[in-house]
């Protein structure tokens, strides 16, 4: 079983979350703080790709991206993500696609 070296592959401690009464994640709070600022950063400026990012960061990226006016193949080729992932995180976030 291969073990990454930690001193060389660093792995971001977990951001602390909110859990609600049944001890599921609550996505909406902090509505818009990601959870690890610094790799949200990169790939919001399209340095680093979105699979390097947890889930809910993802979903942020989308959405200020979607904000932006970006379409879902903008958004794709952005984020080094597909054009059916972004366009799935995108319908879970009950956003209306742009046009093209």
């Given amino acids: 079983m291969y073990t990454p070296d930690r001193a060389r592959c660093p792995v971001p401690a977990p951001a602390k979350v909110r859990r ?14 990601p959870d690890h600022p610094e790799q949200y950063r990169l790939a919001l400026e399209g340095r680093e790709p979105a699979e390097a990012l947890t889930t809910r960061d993802r979903r942020l990226l989308v959405r ?3 904000k932006n006016g970006l379409p879902d193949v903008a958004i794709a080729a952005h984020t080094a993500m597909t054009l059916a992932t972004t366009a799935r995180i995108r319908d879970a976030l009950e956003l209306a696609p742009h046009p093209n």
């Fill in 20 to 33: 609600d009464a049944l001890g599921r994640r609550d996505w909406s709070y902090p509505a818009d703080q």
């Fill in 64 to 66: 200020a991206l979607w």
